[in-house]
């Protein structure tokens, strides 16, 4: 079956400066790749998605990118800000309504 | 807009309690899901509901039942508690399957096994 791995567990940037998570997935035929942030004591929330016919994709401070090939992609957050302090999740399609999903990464943004 | 809402939010049983877990949805969306979160381990999927009247298991089935009672309510038993399903449980929704439309997620329940 499909099996994720997602790095950093943990990530420190100063506030203003880039972070990058990236996650690595078995199978070739996962074509659906989310990225969810949750918040303490919240449940996971949508920021970004890739689907395996793009190589990457923005929005605003947020971008995806995929590499089909190499069978990772990889969250990339520029100017980060507080608010961008939480746990990060990458995720990969299994079925129509499986997602197998990363360990996670707490982002800590520094002041 | 309330979204999708889970009852209760904590919880503790004994081994061997029984207990049920309630999840609505008002944004009517056809799919719903049951995770639990454990530290370093991400969400993995314990039952779906693709549509109502249906269900179908997920990666850790095993100690738990569900039932789509329709189409806004998807609950999650617990026949008899054990220790190692300490947790933190989550359920989501969906318009279609999560690998077609984004899954929206309730605050979570998070449920001690004493």
């Known amino acids: 079956g499909e099996n994720v791995e997602q790095h950093p567990s943990t990530l420190s940037v100063q506030e203003g400066d880039s972070a990058v998570i990236k996650c690595t997935y078995s199978d070739s035929a996962s074509n659906y790749f989310p990225w969810y942030k949750q918040e303490l004591g919240k449940g996971p929330q949508l920021i970004i998605d890739i689907r395996s016919n793009v190589g990457e994709k923005k929005d605003q401070r947020i971008a995806v990118t995929l590499n089909k090939t190499a069978k990772h992609f990889s969250l990339h957050i520029t100017e980060t800000q507080p608010e961008d302090s939480a746990v990060y999740f990458c995720?990969?399609?299994?079925?129509?309504?499986?997602?197998?999903w990363g360990a996670g990464t707490k982002l800590i943004i520094k002041p | 807009n309330a979204g999708v809402t889970q009852t209760p939010k904590f919880q503790v049983l004994k081994t061997g309690q029984s207990m049920t877990l309630q999840c609505a949805q008002d944004m009517n969306h056809n799919s719903m899901y049951w995770y639990r979160q454990d530290p370093g381990m991400g969400l993995r999927l314990i039952y779906y509901s693709a549509s109502e009247g249906t269900t179908d298991k997920g990666e850790v089935p095993n100690g738990y039942n569900v039932s789509r009672l329709n189409k806004r309510e998807f609950s999650l038993r617990l026949e008899s508690a054990a220790p190692s399903q300490t947790s933190v449980y989550f359920c989501?929704?969906?318009?279609?399957?999560?690998?077609?439309?984004?899954?929206?997620f309730g605050q979570g329940t998070r449920l001690t096994v004493v």
């Open positions: 989501a929704s969906s318009e279609k399957g999560a690998r077609l439309t984004e899954a929206f």
């Open positions: 995720a990969v399609s299994y079925s129509n309504y499986q997602l197998i």
